[in-house]
């Protein structure tokens, strides 16, 4: 059984640009959220997706933006990057919403 | 959502046996109780989750006493392997018809030694 799996492991980018991240759920999975991970705090929530279609969004500026696929993997998509975007993120797949939640080995992003 | 309060951090020793306690005063009656695991760098790894009593699988249980306002991880004879953090969180109840915006809090840090 494949797990989440996410693309691309580690990414170095500097302030201004942009970054897209990718993520395949657990097969069956109709469900896909985002969180970001700040060193030293607990992942927070970004969005989440189902049947390509947003179902929640976390306190995040509009920079941040997602799409799920008819696949059902999902792109997270980060403009005009900052320092502060610096982080681990993190899907994670369900088979609905509300169902138990798995999550994938993440991408760490570094903004210089 | 609700808000969990769990201990900053433990330590143990291998062999024995750990209990988090987590307190969620403000549970909703949908909600339910579920436990993850995260090593440094990695993604969370779901450890256990419930509604109400026990529910015990191969790694941990979950003890949920009758007014659910705490509830108590388990894990029994601990190793090195289990120092990580661990996250108690709440919600997803079935029947809200929205998602599921999981809520971490810091977590705890168990380390266990020799």
């Known amino acids: 059984d494949t797990g989440v799996t996410q693309s691309p492991t580690h990414l170095i980018k500097t302030r201004g640009q942009q970054v897209t991240l990718r993520c395949s759920p657990i097969s069956g999975h109709k469900s896909v959220s985002w969180y970001q991970q700040v060193l030293g705090q607990g992942p927070q929530f970004i969005f989440q997706?189902?049947?390509?279609?947003?179902?929640g969004r976390g306190n995040f500026p509009d920079r941040f933006s997602a799409r799920q696929f008819p696949n059902y993997s999902s792109e997270l998509n980060v403009n005009a990057l900052l320092l502060g975007d610096s982080a681990l993120y993190l899907c994670a797949s369900g088979g609905a919403p509300t169902d138990t939640q798995y999550f994938g080995p993440g991408t760490r992003l570094t903004v210089l | 959502l609700a808000k969990t309060t769990q201990p900053i951090s433990m330590d143990s020793y291998e062999g024995q046996e750990v209990n988090i306690t987590c307190s969620h005063n403000?549970?909703?009656?949908?909600?339910?109780i579920t436990w993850y695991q995260q090593f440094p760098s990695q993604g969370p790894r779901f450890i256990i989750q419930?509604?109400?009593t026990k529910v015990t699988n191969e790694v941990a249980s979950l003890f949920i006493p009758a007014d659910r306002k705490s509830s108590t991880l388990s894990l029994p004879r601990v190793s090195l392997s289990d120092t990580a953090v661990y996250y108690c969180?709440?919600?997803?109840?079935?029947?809200?018809?929205?998602?599921?915006?999981?809520?971490f809090g810091t977590g705890t840090q168990l380390k266990v030694e020799l």
């Open positions: 403000n549970i909703a009656t949908n909600d339910y």
């Open positions: 997706y189902y049947e390509k279609e947003e179902r």
């Open positions: 969180l709440v919600g997803g109840g079935r029947e809200t018809g929205g998602g599921n915006k999981l809520t």
């Open positions: 419930g509604y109400k």
